[in-house]
């Protein structure tokens, strides 16, 4: 029964991604009603291309800081990539602050602390 049932799953989220993608929302949870583990590395690495995928997708435009200097989306992407690795930054201008603070607020706690300007 569970063969016949995986095999359902298979051809439904098959055709679900031929036609407009989400298959695994059929697949995934068929999987683990099944026993399957989900630390299985395909599970996981499906798992993840697909959170992955939707960050690719973002569409930056430039942004001028006060400064004059043009901040391209190539140097966003590298930024947040950036702000993705570290554990901490300890020095940042402003201008970049309101940038991680808008663009990225689950980043906000890598920044250092405002210091008042006096």
């Known amino acids: 029964m569970t063969t016949i049932i995986l095999i359902a799953a298979a051809f439904l ?4 991604n031929s036609l407009a993608g989400g298959g695994t929302l059929v697949t995934f949870p068929t999987l683990l009603l ?3 583990d989900p630390n299985d ?3 996981r690495k499906k798992l993840a291309a697909g959170m992955k995928k939707k960050e690719e997708h973002r569409v930056y435009l430039p942004r001028v800081l006060g400064s004059g200097q043009v901040m391209m989306p190539a140097d966003l992407r590298r930024l947040h990539k950036y ?8 020095v940042i201008s402003d201008e970049v ?3 991680v603070e808008e663009e990225w607020p689950e980043l906000v706690h ?3 602390p405002k210091t008042p300007r006096g």
């Open 13 to 16: 989220g098959g055709a679900l």
């Open 41 to 43: 590395g395909g599970i």
């Open 83 to 90: 702000m993705l690795e570290i554990e901490h930054i300890s």
């Open 110 to 112: 890598k920044l250092p």
């Open 97 to 99: 602050r309101a940038i």
């Open 34 to 36: 099944a026993g399957l």
